[in-house]
């Protein structure tokens, strides 16, 4: 069991560019979310998704949109990539209980 | 507001001698409680959780943290740190249970266990 994978591991991109991070979980958890990692800002919450089909916004979600297409897959999409975009991004999902599981992260990099 | 405060940015121990973590929260309902630890350049992984029940709860590598509903408190403890628990802690609550299984996070402790 993999649990939840992210793609790329790590990204330098160019500001304006479109970039699309990747989130598939095996679980079959309804809930996903992704978060962004900062020094001393701790985590914090972009967009979210209780099941398939919905979606809600985070504390910080300008620049990103997400889509939930199915059980499995939680995309996370920059349209146009800013520098203060750069950080590390983590999907979870959680289980009926609210406790998260997480992927091993996408470092991103916009220059 | 719901919250959660880890008052600590590091907490410093050394090797075999007992540790705690603090976290406290705010919430309206009853707290659902987490404890997460991450190392460097990895994604959080679970510890332990609080739903309901004993106060004490067990979790992964030994840790443990007890509920306490007064102090609105969820403290993080081992009773003999190793070298290898060094890493960045997170405490966080959900806000009872529902349909919203969002997390409220602290913002991270940093624990060095010294040889």
């Known amino acids: 069991i993999a649990g939840i994978t992210q793609a790329p591991t790590s990204q330098i991109l160019a500001a304006g560019r479109r970039m699309t991070l990747r989130c598939t979980q095996d679980m079959r958890h309804n809930a996903m979310y992704w978060y962004r990692q900062d020094l001393g800002l701790g985590l914090r919450l972009i967009h979210y998704s209780n099941t398939a089909g919905t979606t809600g916004k985070g504390e910080v979600p300008d620049g990103y949109s997400v889509s939930r297409a199915n059980t499995d897959d939680f995309p996370l999409t920059l349209a146009s990539a800013v520098p203060s975009q750069t950080s590390v991004y983590f999907c979870?999902?959680?289980?009926?209980?609210?406790?998260?599981?997480f992927g091993p992260g996408t470092r991103l990099t916009v220059l | 507001a719901q919250s959660v405060a880890q008052p600590e940015d590091q907490v410093n121990v050394a090797e075999g001698n007992p540790l705690t973590v603090k976290c406290t929260y705010s919430?309206?309902?009853?707290?659902?409680l987490f404890w997460y630890v991450q190392y460097p350049n990895r994604g959080l992984q679970f510890l332990l959780k609080?739903?309901?029940?004993d106060n004490l709860v067990k979790g992964s590598y030994g840790f443990e943290a007890e509920f306490n509903k007064s102090q609105t408190s969820f403290h993080l403890k081992k009773p003999s740190a190793l070298v290898s628990d060094s890493a960045l802690y997170f405490c966080?609550?959900?806000?009872?249970?529902?349909?919203?299984?969002?997390?409220?996070w602290g913002l991270g402790t940093s624990l060095a266990v010294n040889p």
């Open positions: 966080a609550v959900r806000d009872g249970g529902g349909n919203n299984r969002k997390l409220i």
């Open positions: 919430v309206s309902g009853n707290p659902y």
């Open positions: 979870a999902s959680s289980d009926l209980w609210g406790t998260q599981y």
């Open positions: 609080y739903i309901t029940g």
